[in-house]
C-alpha cells in the first residue's frame, strides 16, 4: 500500500509540473486617450477622416489633431511623422521601419513639423499642431506620410495566476496627403527578379513589388505561381485588394515548405491593378483592370543553399521548445522509477 501511495503521489507531481510548464494567456490595458483630425479649410474633401489637403508650391499651413485624454491622469504622448510604405501584405503603412523606396523625391516628414512630445493633463483635450511647409518646385504627384500617436509609459496587465506578462503597445495613426493641384496621377508598377529569402523563420518566394509614380497604386491584384523545374512541385498564391502608398515597395511572398528542395524554379508573375469596367485587361473572374503587368523570373536554389536554409529555420526557431526536453526527461525519471519499483516488488515476491 505504501508503494502504491508512492506511486500515486508521483504521478500527481509529474503533472502539475506539465500544467505549469504551459505558458499563460494574459491581457493588456488600453492606452487612455483618442485621437481626432481637425478638418483645414484646404481640405480637398471635408468628409474624409483624415488629411488631403491642397497647398500650392512654397507655401504652409497648420494641420491641427485634437487630443482628448480619458483617464485621471496627465499622458505623456509620443508623436512620430513617417511617408507612406507599403508593408509586406500589400498595406500602405506609416510606421516608417521599412527602408525608403529608391525613387521617393518628396519625403513627407522633411516638410511636416511639429512638437515630438506632448502632454494631456488628466480628463481634458488639448489640440496639436503640425505645420506644412510645400518644396518651392511643383510636386509631380501626391506627398503622403501619417502622423503617430503613442504613449510614452505602457500598462501591463495580467490575468489572475498568470505566470507571464505582455506589454501592448497602442498608437494611432492619421494620413496625412498633399498635393499642389486637385487632380490624381496613373500609377507604374514595377516587377522584380524573384528571389528565395527567409522570413520569421519560413523560407519564402518573395517576389519584388515598386510603385515608381508619386500617386497610390489601388486594387492591385498578384498571382505568382512557381515551378520546380527538376521535381515538378508547384507553389502558387493569389492577393487582390492591395493598395501600395506613393513611390514605395515591397515583397509579395510565396510560402515554400522548410525543406526547400534544390533546382531551378520558373516563376511567373500577373498583376493587376485599378479596376474599370472599360479597362481591356480581364483577370480569371472577369474582372476589368485598367493596368497590367507580367514577368517571368528563373530563380536557382543549390544544395548548400537549401541546407543552409533549413539550418537557418531550425536556429530562428530557437531548436526544440526546452519544456519539450523537461517533459522527455520527466517521463524518463518516471519511467526508471517505476521500472524500480516493480523489480523491488517482484525480488520480494521471489524470495518469499
Known sequence: M??????????ALAMMTMFFMMPSKVHAASSGFSVQPMTSQLQRDKSESYFDVIVKPNQ???????????????????????????????????????????????????????????TVPANSTQVYTAKLTMPKNQLPGLMA??????????????????????TNRFSYGIAVITRNRNRTWQPQLKIGQAKVTQQQAKNTLAVPMQNVKATFLNQLKVSVTATNKRTHKVYKRTSDAMQMAPNSHFDYQVKLPTNVAAGHYRVKTTAYYVKDAAGKYTDSKGTHYKYRGTRQSNVTVTAKQSRDLQKKARQARGGTPWFVYAIIALVVVLLAIIGTLVALLLRKKSKK
Open 60 to 118: 504652409s499651413t497648420n494641420l491641427r489633431v485634437k487630443l482628448v485624454n480619458h483617464t485621471k491622469q496627465a499622458v505623456k504622448i509620443k508623436v512620430a511623422i513617417h511617408p507612406g510604405q507599403t508593408n509586406n501584405n500589400g498595406i500602405v503603412d506609416y510606421s516608417g521601419l521599412q527602408k525608403k523606396d529608391r525613387t521617393l523625391r518628396y519625403d513627407l516628414a522633411r516638410y511636416l513639423k511639429g512638437p515630438k512630445k506632448v
Open 145 to 166: 506620410g501619417g502622423l503617430t500617436f503613442s504613449p510614452e509609459n505602457y500598462t501591463t496587465s495580467t490575468t489572475k495566476n498568470a505566470k507571464l506578462s505582455i
Open 2 to 11: 505504501k508503494r502504491k501511495r508512492f506511486l500515486e503521489s508521483i504521478f
